[in-house]
């Protein structure tokens, strides 16, 4: 079972990494800090996985200036730990992933005050798609508006059926912006203006059809689907996989040229370690096994 630290750590986000050291020996350990639970998973593969949960249920988790702060803090003290294999990133209750920016904040705002608050929607977003690590967004329920765009910012999406997923900022006399940028990129362009002009919601299934959820799950395997996926993950060579998540995002904003200059890079890198020597070896003894086991 999870050793769950009842501890509202306060301290720098790294510190909070370092809380609760006797429920790492029993594989589980958890920090809260203000509207953000993290429960790290030790792995049999090696490292860990932290489980991230935005915890504003009674307002769909929306994201107000207090939770963003402390969103960027947390995932960048797990940043730094090489430890970290991989996030999974969920909503808290059964109602919402994340329902967007806090209404009441945006109403609240002048062009004095806007870009800042614009800025720490972008900064929370980019903690996830910066962390060196693959992250996965467990999305169940409302994915709206900045919760979209969060879930955008994630390596991989997988959804409950009852999902659903838009960008209504339109609706409320402001444009949808920072990470809704990833969406051509996602799902076309058509479709990616669909969704910024109309304002108009879709359904899990729709979001699967456009590419824009790689699974969709019944409710009660939403967890068993996210299992599924991050296993490969967690089974490949973890310096590999952070290589590789790197070269993705620069290959997103290099020219094609300079992508390939950055793949080759990173593949000289990998041989900094003996990560590909110990697994390519152990890939040719299974080869040689079943050779053997086929000629006898």
């Given at each position: 079972m999870p050793n769950w630290s009842r501890n509202r750590l306060r301290s720098s986000a790294r510190n909070r990494l370092r809380?609760?050291?006797?429920?790492?020996?029993?594989?589980?350990?958890?920090?809260?800090?203000?509207?953000?639970?993290?429960?790290?998973?030790?792995?049999?593969?090696?490292?860990?996985?932290?489980?991230?949960?935005?915890?504003?249920?009674?307002?769909?988790?929306?994201?107000?200036?207090?939770?963003?702060?402390?969103?960027?803090?947390?995932?960048?003290?797990?940043?730094?730990?090489?430890?970290?294999?991989?996030?999974?990133?969920?909503?808290?209750?059964?109602?919402?992933?994340?329902?967007?920016?806090?209404?009441?904040?945006?109403?609240?705002?002048?062009?004095?005050?806007?870009?800042?608050?614009?800025?720490?929607?972008?900064?929370?977003?980019?903690?996830?798609?910066?962390?060196?690590?693959p992250v996965v967004a467990q999305i169940d329920g409302y994915a709206l508006g900045a919760g979209l765009e969060l879930a955008c910012a994630c390596d991989l999406r997988v959804a409950s059926e009852r999902s659903v997923f838009g960008m209504p900022e339109v609706k409320i006399g402001i444009p949808s912006v920072?990470?809704?940028?990833?969406?051509?990129?996602?799902?076309?362009?058509?479709?990616?203006?669909?969704?910024?002009?109309?304002?108009?919601?879709?359904?899990?299934?729709?979001?699967?059809?456009?590419?824009?959820?790689?699974?969709?799950a019944a409710v009660g395997g939403l967890q068993e689907a996210v299992e599924r996926l991050v296993r490969p993950i967690l089974a490949a060579g973890p310096q590999a996989i952070r290589l590789q998540k790197s070269l993705i995002l620069d290959w997103e904003e290099l020219p094609t040229a300079a992508a390939v200059e950055r793949g080759i890079d990173c593949f000289v890198s990998a041989f900094d370690s003996d990560e590909p020597a110990r697994m390519a070896g152990t890939m040719l003894a299974e080869l040689r096994s079943r050779r053997s086991t086929r000629r006898s």
């Open positions: 809380s609760d050291r006797a429920g790492r020996k029993r594989g589980w350990w958890r920090f809260r800090a203000v509207g953000v639970l993290v429960r790290c998973e030790e792995r049999p593969e090696g490292g860990y996985l932290a489980h991230l949960t935005i915890d504003n249920a009674g307002k769909l988790n929306s994201l107000n200036r207090t939770l963003m702060t402390e969103i960027v803090e947390t995932v960048g003290g797990l940043a730094v730990d090489p430890r970290l294999r991989l996030a999974v990133l969920s909503g808290a209750g059964e109602r919402a992933f994340v329902g967007g920016a806090d209404i009441r904040e945006i109403a609240a705002l002048d062009h004095a005050s806007a870009r800042s608050f614009i800025t720490l929607v972008h900064q929370c977003c980019d903690a996830f798609r910066r962390l060196p690590v920072v990470e809704a940028a990833l969406l051509p990129g996602l799902i076309g362009q058509g479709r990616a203006r669909r969704l910024l002009l109309t304002g108009e919601t879709i359904g899990a299934g729709e979001a699967h059809a456009w590419g824009l959820v790689d699974v969709v």
